[in-house]
């Protein structure tokens, strides 16, 4: 475990807890139906209904799992985040431990979830063998909201000098990749450096699709599904044209793949554990 980020995750994430989730898109309500639709589908791929949310912070799976899980616990590292956690709502049991050396009996879940995680760990080898040892043969890990290596190399290859001739959509995404730890800074008075320390996934690049897969079949999973996900613009379509004209450029992306998977964002993985 690398106690520098993780000093700096509970930092981060202490000082941003009161605007998180006004601030992140992700809690937007067309990517919660997404990402319930996803919880759906794990629920029903797995061999039970007891599942465990690593990084759980204000709770965003562990909401969306409710009424789709009988037993739902969720681990992080930040008190703060995990205060804001709703445990009424269902059979729900926090654990303020690592992701790296969890609270846990060998075979413990039907399933592990981690959104918006993978890239605040520093090791990810030992994220997978941790996983791996907690769930149940048939088990799968759900892992989404992963920044795309292809993506981040993409926009960060942009010279900067050449900005002004860019659409404003690239333009937009292409100020995310190099200068969130400032948006940062300005909004929550985080240190950049500080912010970036916590991202180490981020900081290296973003994580390599294929580097993922190998690494958890090494790491005690049998298989690995990669997916990608939120294409470039894809939120300023859906605000500012249409659901429906989104859903045709996505369609349109996927068909080319595997040639448009530098264009999408983020990264979402099902990692199996042999039955």
Same mark, same amino acid.
């Given at each position: 475990?690398?106690?520098?980020?993780?000093?700096?995750?509970?930092?981060?994430?202490?000082?941003?807890?009161?605007?998180?989730?006004?601030?992140?898109?992700?809690?937007?309500?067309?990517?919660?139906?997404?990402?319930?639709?996803?919880?759906?589908?794990?629920?029903?791929?797995?061999?039970?209904?007891?599942?465990?949310?690593?990084?759980?912070?204000?709770?965003?799976?562990?909401?969306?799992?409710? #009424?789709?899980?009988?037993?739902?616990? #969720?681990?992080?590292?930040?008190?703060?985040?995990?205060?804001?956690?709703?445990?009424?709502? #269902?059979?729900?049991?926090?654990?303020? *431990?690592?992701?790296?050396?969890?609270?846990?009996?060998?075979? *413990?879940?039907?399933?592990?979830?981690?959104?918006?995680?993978?890239?605040?760990?520093?090791?990810?080898?030992?994220?997978?063998?941790?996983?791996?040892?907690?769930?149940?043969?048939?088990?799968?890990?759900?892992?989404?909201?992963?920044?795309?290596?292809?993506?981040?190399?993409?926009?960060?290859?942009?010279?900067?000098?050449?900005?002004?001739?860019? *659409?404003?959509?690239?333009?937009?995404?292409?100020?995310?990749?190099?200068?969130?730890?400032?948006?940062?800074?300005?909004?929550?008075?985080?240190?950049?450096?500080?912010?970036?320390?916590?991202?180490?996934?981020?900081? *290296?690049?973003?994580?390599?699709?294929?580097?993922?897969?190998?690494?958890?079949?090494?790491?005690?999973?049998?298989?690995?599904?990669?997916?990608?996900?939120?294409?470039?613009?894809?939120?300023?379509?859906?605000?500012?044209?249409?659901?429906?004209?989104?859903?045709?450029?996505?369609?349109?992306?996927?068909?080319?793949?595997?040639?448009?998977?530098?264009?999408?964002?983020?990264?979402?993985?099902?990692?199996?554990?042999?039955?």
């Amino acid at each position: 475990m690398n106690k520098p980020v993780l000093d700096a995750n509970v930092e981060v994430h202490t000082r941003m807890v009161e605007r998180y989730e006004a601030e992140e898109p992700h809690f937007r309500p067309e990517n919660q139906d997404k990402v319930r639709g996803r919880l759906k589908a794990l629920r029903a791929r797995v061999p039970g209904g007891k599942l465990l949310d690593v990084g759980c912070g204000t709770g965003f799976i562990i909401h969306l799992a409710v #009424g789709l899980f009988d037993e739902i616990h #969720g681990v992080d590292i930040t008190p703060a985040m995990m205060q804001r956690v709703k445990t009424d709502q #269902g059979n729900i049991t926090l654990h303020q *431990s690592t992701a790296e050396a969890m609270p846990f009996a060998d075979a *413990s879940f039907d399933a592990v979830t981690a959104y918006s995680f993978v890239d605040h760990v520093a090791d990810q080898a030992a994220l997978l063998r941790e996983v791996a040892r907690v769930l149940r043969p048939g088990g799968v890990f759900y892992a989404d909201l992963v920044p795309s290596r292809p993506f981040w190399a993409a926009l960060s290859g942009l010279p900067a000098e050449d900005e002004r001739q860019l *659409s404003d959509i690239v333009r937009r995404e292409a100020t995310m990749v190099r200068e969130n730890d400032k948006k940062a800074e300005r909004l929550f008075g985080i240190p950049a450096e500080l912010f970036r320390r916590a991202e180490p996934g981020k900081e *290296s690049g973003g994580v390599d699709p294929s580097a993922f897969r190998e690494t958890a079949l090494r790491c005690g999973f049998a298989r690995c599904e990669v997916s990608f996900d939120w294409f470039l613009g894809q939120g300023a379509v859906m605000h500012g044209q249409s659901l429906a004209d989104a859903a045709v450029v996505e369609a349109y992306l996927r068909r080319v793949a595997p040639l448009g998977d530098h264009l999408f964002k983020y990264l979402y993985f099902h990692a199996v554990k042999a039955a």
